[in-house]
């Protein structure tokens, strides 16, 4: 990146400073043009900014005369609002079309070349700011980088003083609202029933100033039909018992709005003791009742999910024991209407070359008769979402079949039958639909139960068949039934060791199964042996030599490799290679190998474990098929280690979600306390002083609840792909900087120390300096945060050949090594909301995270335990071009049964 001399910078650092200080929109116009003319040397120059009409209007010039302003005003090479465009640069405007209608006017003005530079605000076009020249000049990249650094001042100054202009209007307005348009008193004469609303009630009820009649019948009309009878019972007991008149009920205004009320009120008898006047208070509360009606949604969604795992697991065992084709699909379909809701359901099955729907319902006889030819090249292993059929390229040729059925999105379940794509179930829909994570992964769970039980129908269809020729085929047949019936609970580790047991003897002399932890580490879970005394040994022998991650061959090697081994014979002089000294030679010649094969346990691309069988029967050796049947068992075995773990995610899913609802309504409930309180208060003072206080406590807390808005708005643009960056070379040090001045008074506030090692000659990086700049400044809240006073947070920034390396350390509370694997998830914090001292949603790191990645990074966490402090390190690439996104590219036109 080329340097940039003392003088522009320091003409930069004063534009800064001069647009940042400026509190009307003339002195931002005023210094923008002075810092242009500092630091490019331009005397001639101009701002426009788009008026409410998407007109692009002059605001502030340098040079320019009436007639060339009037002439060319709302010409602009773009239009409110687009995004980030690149500049427009015209080195010569006698060569460029698009300006020949202005030829006379650049002639008068002596304007030979001429640039557009874009004002964004949020990455949107606000407007422009223009540099002319006398004669034709071509802007270098320097001259072009520091204009659009001149542009993001400009227009990041014009948003904010705008935004301000709005904040305090609106601010205005919110206290007019808390002030008027909340509570609503009425008063009741039973003798003459007349009805007395004060204004503001009016208002509430939807009506202008004095539209209320004072006639009870009419505010009759107005409550909601079904709640009338409710409310009427509460007015009964309170003219008839002296009961309290207290009920929420729902209203209807003139134009259809329905809202919640709380109407409260107490009968007051006249002097002869008869009833009188009832009088009272009425508040509108629908904001809370939506929220209570909101989580009551949430809790009956939650509850659905649960019922649907429950019928999916009650199910389970039936399908699995199902070993007739035509049975298993009718129970698979009925299994899914059971669970995922949708307008019609099929089973697609692969035979040969074509792919046929072999059972559904709610489709008509043309659409499910139809066969599709398969394209072999294309793998249908993961789920085929379509939210809108006439959309999606490799859908094109059944789109007439799709507009006939009225179908507009479908889910695609691949069944994965021994292996291999060969069948799907497929959920359709007659409107737009969109499934919901936990939706998916109910129906995935239901693909992998059904790809299970269709492949024990298929195994039993064979074994059926090849009974005469193979009684052996039969037995294992049954086995792999037994072990599914036996793996379709969700305790996979008792599963397993279940499983394990039953392989012996009829599978393996002895059995054992290892299975990766998130560590890293491999972990036995069960071992069987025809000898319960040679238990005690093979325990030993794991105890002593476990299996490790880099082993050329065996339990680690298997797992690495996601391919099985065989080995048909168990010579000495091969345990003699194997061993890592006498002790372990000692041990392998002790279990008396005669035979061996390893087999993964996998899901798809990713083993995370292995069975291991071993014959010690001298002439009981494996071979191919053996192992082509013991991997089947492992993959049943697999399938139903994952349903269990799809399930304990669903769980924990669920928790998370309710200890951030819980964190949320904390967060959010705090700084609106704060507001409301000063609000009431700003109502009642006269003292300026005071006034100034709560003021500057509201302003305060409005920051914090907007703080909390945008890392929610960042992770929700992040998780859907929305986020865009900014790409430019950024100095990591300049950015840091950045940061520390920032939260360099929250740090002293607290008696923290900050200490920053960030030299200016580490290399650039390629990215986007204000989202960089969000990821330091996460990273040194968080440590701030969780540092003691008198602590110390330090930042130091390095580079090695190929990455430019930021760590920020601190001398806090320290993070627990099982926490420290779940540190940079989204809601995950290391107490319960109940017992945690420090606020937040545990949004920031998740961020720092995804936004390092997005620039093609990586970010990773160090603590030595509690009380020991943290270390978090960024890598950052140097010199490379950041994308926001991976674009999605096929080759040629691919078909899956849909």
């Given at each position: 990146?080329?340097?940039?001399?003392?003088?522009?910078?320091?003409?930069?650092?004063?534009?800064?400073?001069?647009?940042?200080?400026?509190?009307?929109?003339?002195?931002?116009?005023?210094?923008?043009?002075?810092?242009?003319?500092?630091?490019?040397?331009?005397?001639?120059?101009?701002?426009?900014?788009?008026?409410?009409?998407?007109?692009?209007?002059?605001?502030?010039?340098?040079?320019?005369?009436?007639?060339?302003?009037?002439?060319?005003?709302?010409?602009t090479p773009w239009r409110s609002g687009d995004e980030a465009p690149a500049p427009v640069l015209v080195p010569d405007v006698r060569h460029e079309p698009s300006l020949a209608r202005y030829a006379d006017v650049f002639e008068r003005d002596a304007i030979a070349s001429l640039a557009f530079f874009p004002l964004l605000s949020r990455r949107r076009v606000i407007g422009t700011f223009m540099l002319y020249r006398g004669e034709p000049y071509a802007f270098s990249p320097d001259e072009v980088n520091l204009a659009l650094t001149i542009g993001h001042h400009i227009g990041f100054a014009v948003e904010r003083t705008r935004s301000e202009l709005d904040s305090r209007t609106n601010h205005q307005r919110l206290l007019f609202a808390l002030d008027a348009a909340q509570m609503g008193t009425w008063e009741w004469d039973l003798r003459t029933n007349e009805v007395r609303w004060s204004e503001n009630l009016e208002r509430i009820h939807g009506l202008p100033p004095g539209a209320f009649n004072g006639r009870f019948e009419s505010y009759q009309r107005e409550i909601h039909p079904e709640d009338r009878e409710r409310v009427f019972a509460s007015v009964q007991g309170a003219l008839t018992a002296d009961a309290l008149h207290d009920v929420e009920y729902r209203i209807v205004a003139p134009d259809g709005t329905v809202r919640w009320v709380h109407g409260k009120g107490r009968l007051e008898r006249g002097a002869d003791g008869a009833p009188a006047v009832m009088s009272g208070v009425c508040m509108d509360v629908s904001a809370r009742k939506r929220a209570e009606l909101e989580i009551e949604a949430a809790l009956?969604?939650?509850?659905?999910?649960?019922?649907?795992?429950?019928?999916?697991?009650?199910?389970?065992?039936?399908?699995?024991?199902?070993?007739?084709?035509?049975?298993?699909?009718?129970?698979?379909?009925?299994?899914?209407?059971?669970?995922?809701?949708?307008?019609?359901?099929?089973?697609?099955?692969?035979?040969?070359?074509?792919w046929r729907v072999e059972a559904s319902e709610g489709l008509s006889r043309d659409f499910s008769s139809a066969a599709l030819a398969g394209d072999t090249r294309f793998r249908f292993d993961e789920p085929l979402i379509a939210e809108d059929v006439t959309t999606m390229p490799m859908l094109h040729i059944r789109r007439a079949a799709y507009a006939a059925e009225g179908v507009r999105s479908l889910v695609s379940i691949p069944l994965a039958v021994r292996g291999e794509p060969a069948g799907s179930i497929v959920f359709y829909y007659r409107t737009p639909h969109r499934p919901s994570d936990m939706e998916l992964r109910v129906a995935v769970a239901l693909g992998q139960l059904a790809a299970a039980a269709v492949t024990n129908a298929e195994l039993h269809a064979e074994q059926q068949h090849l009974r005469a020729e193979a009684q052996q085929s039969a037995e294992r047949a049954a086995f792999l039934a037994e072990a599914s019936v036996m793996l379709s609970s969700l305790d996979y580790e008792a599963n397993l060791r279940r499983v394990a047991e039953i392989a012996v003897p009829r599978l393996a002399d002895w059995c054992a199964v290892d299975l990766l932890d998130q560590q890293g580490s491999i972990r036995r879970i069960a071992?069987?042996?025809?000898?319960?005394?040679?238990?005690?040994?093979?325990?030993?022998?794991?105890?002593?030599?476990?299996p490790r991650l880099g082993r050329a061959r065996g339990v680690a090697h298997v797992i690495q490799t996601g391919r099985p081994e065989l080995y048909e014979e168990v010579p000495d002089d091969l345990l003699v290679d194997a061993a890592q000294d006498e002790e372990h030679?000692?041990?392998?010649?002790?279990?008396?190998?005669?035979?061996?094969?390893?087999?993964?346990?996998?899901?798809?691309?990713?083993?995370?474990?292995?069975?291991?069988?071993?014959?010690?029967?001298?002439?009981?050796?494996?071979?191919?098929?053996?192992?082509?049947?013991?991997?089947?068992?492992?993959?049943?075995?697999?399938?139903?280690?994952?349903?269990?773990?799809?399930?304990?995610?669903a769980q924990e899913a669920n928790r998370l979600k309710d200890e951030f609802l819980a964190t949320l309504s904390h967060e959010l409930r705090t700084p609106l306390?704060?507001?409301?309180?000063?609000?009431?208060?700003?109502?009642?003072?006269?003292?300026?002083?005071?006034?100034?206080?709560?003021?500057?406590a509201i302003e305060r807390n409005g920051a914090t609840l907007t703080r909390l808005v945008e890392d929610l708005l960042d992770l929700s643009r992040i998780s859907q792909g929305r986020l865009r960056l900014e790409s430019a070379p950024v100095q990591v040090a300049d950015v840091v900087d950045a940061a520390v001045q920032v939260i360099q008074p929250a740090a002293a506030a607290k008696g923290v120390v900050l200490q920053v090692d960030a030299d200016s000659r580490v290399p650039a990086v390629t990215g986007d300096a204000t989202r960089l700049q969000q990821v330091i400044w996460n990273l040194l809240v968080n440590a701030v945060k969780f540092t003691p006073a008198d602590g110390r947070v330090t930042v130091k920034v390095t580079a090695d050949p190929d990455e430019v390396v930021l760590e920020v350390s601190d001398t806090g509370c320290g993070i627990d090594a099982a926490f420290l694997p779940h540190v940079f998830e989204m809601f995950r914090q290391a107490q319960p909301a109940s017992e945690r001292r420090q606020g937040g949603l545990g949004l920031g790191l998740s961020i720092v995270r995804r936004l390092v990645?997005?620039?093609?990074?990586?970010?990773?966490?160090?603590?030595?335990?509690?009380?020991?402090?943290?270390?978090?390190?960024?890598?950052?690439?140097?010199?490379?071009?950041?994308?926001?996104?991976?674009?999605?590219?096929?080759?040629?036109?691919?078909?899956?049964?849909?």
């Open positions: 990146m080329a340097r940039v001399s003392s003088g522009t910078l320091e003409a930069l650092l004063r534009l800064a400073e001069a647009v940042g200080s400026a509190t009307t929109l003339d002195e931002i116009y005023d210094a923008a043009l002075d810092g242009i003319r500092r630091s490019l040397g331009i005397d001639r120059a101009s701002i426009l900014l788009f008026d409410p009409d998407g007109v692009m209007r002059f605001k502030a010039w340098r040079g320019l005369s009436d007639a060339y302003r009037a002439a060319v005003e709302g010409h009956r969604q939650e509850a659905a999910v649960r019922d649907r795992l429950t019928v999916l697991t009650t199910g389970s065992q039936e399908l699995l024991t199902t070993l007739e084709a035509e049975s298993v699909t009718a129970r698979v379909l009925s299994l899914a209407r059971q669970v995922v809701a949708a307008d019609a359901y099929a089973v697609w099955r692969r035979r040969g070359d074509a071992i069987a042996h025809v000898d319960p005394a040679k238990v005690r040994l093979a325990e030993q022998y794991h105890a002593r030599y476990p030679l000692r041990l392998l010649r002790a279990l008396e190998i005669e035979s061996a094969m390893v087999v993964p346990l996998t899901t798809g691309a990713r083993a995370f474990g292995a069975m291991t069988f071993v014959s010690s029967t001298p002439g009981r050796r494996y071979g191919q098929a053996d192992v082509e049947f013991a991997t089947e068992l492992a993959r049943r075995a697999a399938y139903a280690v994952e349903n269990a773990r799809l399930y304990r995610e306390n704060v507001i409301m309180g000063r609000a009431r208060m700003l109502r009642t003072t006269a003292d300026p002083a005071t006034a100034r206080a709560a003021a500057e990645e997005l620039h093609g990074g990586a970010v990773a966490a160090h603590s030595d335990g509690p009380g020991r402090g943290a270390t978090f390190t960024v890598r950052l690439p140097r010199s490379r071009a950041v994308t926001s996104g991976e674009a999605a590219a096929r080759d040629g036109e691919r078909q899956a049964a849909v």
